[in-house]
């Protein structure tokens, strides 16, 4: 049975503020690592939200971080709300727990190529992996959570594994 206190909204909203800190987490450990620590959202927020083909990457322009992570954490909080439909969908339709795997990888996808897009300049500074590590670690964290959260979710997958068909 549905647990219908789960709020797709709010519920929705904590799942994309993990998400989105998993992503900043990972880049600010790779600037800082790098010795330039929020260089990665200066220089989105300076591209993707500024339209500067050429971002400064001598400075950190402190508007593009503030800009950009409040859309980060707006698109992660959609992405959240989305998770949250389908897993409250998947508890009900096996077929949809199957589509996740193939909706995330979709994501992955148009996330670098998006990254193509805007600049060459975020093709070298974002490499492939780190794209990738980003994405999975918020999935991970994402999944995790909702795995915990949706005991209605764990038993539909128990009880109808991923290829079997409803009895």
Not at 51 to 70: E, H, K, M, N
Not at 129 to 151: D, E, F, K, Q, S
């Amino acid at each position: 049975m549905l647990d219908n206190s789960h709020s797709i909204w709010s519920e929705g909203t904590d799942v994309g503020i993990i998400g989105g800190l998993a992503v900043a987490l990972w880049f600010l450990l790779l600037d800082s690592i790098a010795g330039h620590p929020f260089q990665t959202p200066s220089l989105l927020g300076q591209v993707v939200l500024f339209g500067d083909s050429t971002p400064d990457t001598s400075r950190i322009v402190f508007g593009a971080i503030l800009v950009y992570t409040a859309f980060h954490f707006a698109v992660f909080a959609l992405l959240g709300m989305g998770l949250v439909a389908l897993v409250h969908w998947g508890v009900r339709d096996p077929v949809v727990r199957y589509a996740m795997l193939p909706i995330f990888l979709v994501f992955e996808v148009l996330f670098y190529g998006l990254l193509e897009v805007f600049s060459e300049r975020t093709n070298e500074l974002f490499p492939f992996w780190a794209v990738i590590v980003a994405n999975t670690l918020a999935a991970v964290c994402m999944g995790l959570y909702l795995w915990l959260r949706h005991p209605d979710f764990r038993a539909a997958c128990r009880d109808i594994p991923l290829g079997d068909a409803p009895q």
